[in-house]
Antibody, heavy 119, light 107 residues
């Protein structure tokens, strides 16, 4: 069974750094793109960027370029989303999602990581 | 970047009603489109992929159609458990883009 398990909720202060994780199991982790998706409170879904763990090829959506860093460690089947200096506006639920074998438009999702940034 | 315009942003319908949600792409995306349902506090769940293929386990009242730039999700007979927000997602290029969402309420 394909599973994506994300790290737990975080409460951070503005200016702090953070790295959240997404561990895949039940499939060949290196062979499928993983996306990071932001959902701000009461808002819709936004793709922040994607990574191909096999060679760490990474693409960022223009709105998120320079704001976050996406990485992966295929040796431990884990993808990461990282901030160097959090802002209150980074408060959101963050999901990882894996491209699925079913066909175009099909993704399996992690359970989400809630990040709260507050002084 | 490919933009996805979803309509309506919300709707209210009765149990048993036929409901249609539309997504338009800013450029052709073949059939590289999925439809998702998101219940409050939960991750999105896949309903339709490849624009018209129903995911295993999804009730047959859900169907999808379209290709190129115009896509629809239809719920043939709305049920109480269908109260949720629905999103389209395109992955024609590397970066996914989502429609703005349609909140479906039961009258």
């Amino acid at each position: 069974e394909v599973q994506l398990v994300q790290s737990g909720a975080e409460l951070k202060k503005p200016g702090e750094s953070l790295k959240i994780s997404c561990k895949g199991s039940g499939y060949s982790f290196s062979s499928y793109w993983i996306a990071w998706v932001r959902q701000m409170p009461g808002k819709g879904l936004e793709c922040m960027g994607v990574i191909y763990p096999g060679d760490s090829d990474t693409r960022y959506s223009p709105s998120f370029q320079g704001q976050v860093s996406i990485s992966a460690d295929k040796s431990i089947n884990t993808a990461y989303l990282q901030w160097s200096s959090l802002k209150a506006s980074d408060t959101a639920m963050y999901y990882c999602a894996k491209q699925s074998l079913s066909g175009p438009g099909s993704y399996s999702w992690g359970q989400g990581t809630l990040v709260t940034v507050s002084s | 970047a490919i933009q996805m315009t979803q309509s309506p942003s919300s709707l209210s319908a009765s149990v048993g009603d036929r409901v249609t949600i539309t997504c338009r792409a800013s450029q052709g995306i073949r059939n590289d489109l999925g439809w998702y349902r998101q219940r409050p506090g939960k991750a999105p769940e896949l309903l339709i992929y490849s624009a018209s293929s129903v995911q295993n386990g999804v009730p047959s009242r859900f169907s999808g159609s379209g290709s190129g730039t115009h896509f629809t999700l239809t719920i043939s007979s709305l049920q109480p458990e269908d109260s949720a927000t629905y999103y389209c997602l395109q992955d024609s290029n590397y970066l996914l883009t989502f429609g703005g969402g349609t909140k479906v309420e039961i009258k």
